[in-house]
Structures are given as C-alpha cells and as structure tokens.
C-alpha cells in the first residue's frame, strides 16, 4: 500500500471547518483513500473511503486532488466531540489484508 | 450482533499466567483483525482471518501469542506466560469481504494490564 504523510498535530476552533490535509504521492490507480479516526479510548472509526471523485457522508466530506496525490478531509462543523486522532490510508480496491496504520494527525478542538 | 464485540473489556492478570481475549464480529463479515496499542502509541497489526484461516500471522510478536478462530466468527487470541510488555489494548475489527464499501469496523478493544 502507498505511504502516507500527515501532519502530526492541528487544532481547529468549536464550529469552523476543519481540513485534514494527507499527501499520497505514489497512489496507484487502484488505490482508494480510506479515512479513520481513534477518539480516545476507544476502537478507531471507520468514516468516509474515495477513489478519485469527492464524496460527502453524514460525517465528512472527502477532496482528492485530480493527480490523486493528495487529499483532505473536512469536517464542516466541528465540535469538541471530534477531538481525536484522524488516519489517512491508502489501500487496493477488494484486498482484506491488513491496514497498517500510521501515526495520523491528532485533531484539537478549541472552544 | 450489531457491533464487533470483545470481551472481557478490561483484564488485570499476573506475570506469567495465561490469558485469553474474545471477539465476537458482525455477523457476516468474513475477515477479522487483530491489533494492539500500547499507551500513547500507535496501532500495531498482530493477526488477519479470512474465514478460519489466517493469511497474515506476521504481526504476532513472538510464540507466546496465538489466535484461532472457528465457524468463520468468534475469535480467540491467547498469550501465555504473560509479561508486563504485553500490558495494551488488545483490538479486534471485522469487515465483509473485499472491505471496500465499508471499511473495518472496531470493537471497544480489551485492556490487558499484566502485574
């Protein structure tokens, strides 16, 4: 599977957008980008999967860039309850191998 | 049932006695995982099944640690001679075959703390 790169930490204040940023320069072409997030003590979360076309879902909404090689979740409204540890993974469509998981980006919200 | 569920959700067990770890996975999904993350760290892969058997055992850190899992659902992972290294949430996650439309999805983890 591709590597991923996130930023470690980002805070972002009660109520504003907040924007994941995840590059994945050498995504091939049948790799999804899947988005994961871990609040503490607790299993991480599975929330939103794309190919190549945005995609929006209840919880977020997911951008990916045209070349693929990036993208960004976006939480539209954030609460303090989406304080938690956000992972961007690539992966080939119809494996059910393993994920492995990186370090994420650890997301603050401020009130 | 409607989640993965593990069980016990909390262990206490003394050095050097066995333990046994349970999870229950969403009816249906063939592929189940296991992890574990120490304090502060990171999600480490240990085992995958697809069906009863398991394809990927290469995250189990030594022989101490093993994992079975019967009728294509409850899964069992035991570590004997436990050791304070072994102290972590211990977590399972199941998915349908391929996981691409809906991902893993994680139990509430068991929490091994080995004195």
């Known amino acids: 599977d591709a590597k991923t790169t996130q930023p470690p930490s980002m805070d972002c204040a009660e109520g504003r957008a907040a924007n994941l940023p995840c590059n994945h320069s050498t995504i091939s072409g049948n790799e999804y980008v899947y988005w994961y997030r871990q609040i503490h003590s607790q299993g991480p979360q599975y929330i939103i999967h794309?190919?190549?076309n945005n995609e929006t879902n209840e919880m977020a909404s997911l951008i990916i860039t045209e070349d693929r090689k990036s993208s960004t979740l976006i939480l539209p409204h954030a609460t303090l309850r989406d304080t938690a540890v956000y992972y961007c993974?690539?992966?080939?469509?119809?494996?059910?191998?393993?994920?492995?998981f990186g370090k994420g980006t650890r997301l603050h919200i401020l009130p | 049932g409607a989640g993965v569920s593990q069980s016990p959700s909390n262990k206490v067990t003394e050095k050097g006695k066995d333990v046994e770890l349970r999870c229950d996975p969403i009816s249906g999904h063939t592929a189940l995982y296991w992890y574990r993350q120490s304090l502060g760290q990171g999600l480490e892969f240990l085992i995958y099944?697809?069906?009863?058997?398991?394809?990927?055992k290469s995250g189990l850190p030594s022989d101490r640690f093993s994992a079975e899992r019967t009728g294509g659902s409850v899964s069992t992972l035991t570590i004997q001679r436990t050791q304070q290294e072994d102290s972590a949430v211990y977590l399972c996650?199941?998915?349908?075959?391929?996981?691409?439309?809906?991902?893993?999805?994680f139990g509430s983890g068991t929490r091994l703390t080995v004195v």
């Open positions: 099944f697809q069906g009863n058997s398991a394809p990927d």
């Open positions: 996650a199941s998915s349908l075959p391929g996981g691409i439309n809906y991902g893993y999805t």
């Open positions: 993974i690539v992966r080939v469509a119809g494996r059910d191998d393993k994920i492995i």
């Open positions: 794309g190919l190549k």
